[in-house]
């Protein structure tokens, strides 16, 4: 395997970060943050209107798996119910058996997004990522690489609102 450029090392940072790519705030990585969400965590809602842990990872699981597929050019579904832009239908509940499934399927969008990440030739970074678009594949990857920090945070705060409820 050829040396990583250091956008793939900055976006891998922030979507896995490990002891060889710390990240340089201590955050966790989304997978980081699921750890140890059972499944009513996962479905609770600080406010009505707020989107649950469930939904934003399994968001995050969308963009990855759309990231992945542009860089493999593969296009693996993952069978979700969407209702807009990557977002799945709303829950309010959910079996454990169902969301361990669910944390399965994140987790290995999650991986297969690394490996195609760690294996990208780096000269493709500067090229168009497809047809349609004047976006670079560097430019791609940092969004959802950024895109996946930013609802990391978001995931984190609702799992500390729900540890700290009082219903």
Not at 17 to 30: D, L
Not at 96 to 104: C, D, F, G, I, M
Not at 112 to 118: C, D, H, K, Q, Y
Not at 127 to 153: D, E, F, N, P, W
Request: glycine content about 6%; hydrophobic content about 45%; proline content about 4%.
């Amino acid at each position: 395997m050829s040396e990583l450029d250091v956008r793939i090392i900055d976006a891998l940072t922030c979507l896995d970060p490990n002891k060889e790519r710390p990240s340089c705030t201590g955050a966790p990585s989304h997978l980081g943050v699921l750890r140890g969400v059972d499944h009513l965590c996962a479905v609770w809602r600080p406010f009505p209107a707020w989107a649950n842990i469930r939904e934003v990872a399994l968001h995050v699981a969308f963009w990855e798996n759309c990231l992945c597929n542009r860089l493999t050019d593969t296009k693996k579904s993952l069978g979700l119910a969407l209702r807009k832009s990557g977002w799945v239908l709303r829950a309010d509940s959910v079996e454990p058996a169902e969301w361990r499934a669910e944390l399965t399927l994140i987790k290995d969008v999650h991986v297969r997004t690394v490996a195609a990440l760690e294996a990208l030739d780096p000269a493709l970074l500067d090229q168009c990522i497809g047809a349609r678009t004047v976006k670079t594949t560097a430019t791609h990857i940092h969004g959802i690489a950024m895109h996946s920090l930013y609802h990391a945070g978001r995931m984190k705060m609702i799992k500390g609102l729900y540890s700290e409820r009082s219903d």
